[in-house]
Nanobody, 116 residues
Framework: QVQLVESGGGLVQPGGSLRLSCAAS????????MGWYRQRPGKQRELVAT???????NYADSVKGRFTISRDNAKNAVYVQMNSLKPEDTAVYSC??????????WGQGTQVTVSS
């Protein structure tokens, strides 16, 4: 059974930082491309950042220079360090594991709220 469990969300003031974690089980983690996506209120889900099995990274323009994605294959975990948070970063952040069309898995998500 595949599980992706996100943690680390919460309420933070503008300019603050959060680190989200996603713990994976039930997959051969090191083979998967991993990603963070978010769904802001009233918006469709959008890509935040991805990291391939080969550790290449990609970021949405809106988070470049502020967010950093990383992975630890020994711990079957992927992280996103989020700095200089803005109110428009408020969203539900979800973890994705992808190895093609069939092997595509999602976590339940964690809420991030940026507000003073």
């Amino acid at each position: 059974q595949v599980q992706l469990v996100e943690s680390g969300g919460g309420l933070v003031q503008p300019g603050g930082s959060l680190r989200l974690s996603c713990a994976a089980s039930g997959i051969n983690f090191r083979l998967y491309d991993m990603g963070w996506y978010r769904q802001r209120p009233g918006k469709q889900r959008e890509l935040v950042a991805t990291i391939t099995s080969g550790v290449s990274t990609n970021y949405a323009d809106s988070v470049k220079g502020r967010f950093t994605i990383s992975r630890d294959n020994a711990k079957n975990a992927v992280y996103v360090q989020m700095n200089s948070l803005k109110p428009e970063d408020t969203a539900v952040y979800s973890c994705n594991a992808n190895l093609g069309k069939i092997w595509d898995f999602w976590g339940q998500g964690t809420q991030v709220t940026v507000s003073s």
